[in-house]
């Protein structure tokens, strides 16, 4: 059994209008499960969310940094485009040693949107404003701004 410890911080000061956070992670994993929750925790209240469907999905990418940005991208449109919201994801990032292509396959546990989930702000989109994924003496950090 794996136990995730993610963490994420709100930067007030960071952006007026949208959302900016820090994502914290002892492993890619943990920083881009950091992010899930942290754009799920902006956008609805979690614990409303019924876990009645999975999604699956797939990205690759080359770069890290468009990894996350893709992965919470993703997670926007699926809000945007079929009204899917998830309480839950379990992922793993793999790269291939001969490409070094990256590959983050994901499980998304959550339900359609409907009057039962508490909704908080809308999240439009991910922003590059002070985006960046880093790895530093502890693990992984990335920071993240939506915009609202």
Request: glycine share 2%; charged share 25%; hydrophobic share 45%.
């Amino acid at each position: 059994m794996v136990v995730l410890i993610v963490s994420y911080r709100l930067l007030e000061d960071i952006a007026i209008a949208d959302a900016c956070f820090d994502l914290f992670g002892n492993s890619l994993e943990e920083l881009f499960h950091a992010g899930f929750l942290a754009l799920m925790e902006t956008s609805v209240e979690v614990n409303t969310i019924k876990e009645i469907l999975e999604k699956e999905i797939t990205l690759e990418h080359q770069n890290l940094e468009q990894l996350l940005f893709e992965f919470l991208e993703e997670l926007i449109y699926l809000k945007d485009a079929e009204l899917l919201i998830f309480s839950d994801c379990k992922l793993s990032i793999d790269q291939n040693p001969i490409t070094s292509l990256y590959t983050l396959s994901a499980t998304l546990t959550g339900q359609e949107i409907n009057e039962e989930v508490s909704t908080i702000t809308d999240v439009k989109a991910v922003t590059y404003y002070q985006f960046f994924v880093r790895q530093n003496n502890n693990g992984w950090e990335a920071r993240v701004t939506f915009d609202l």
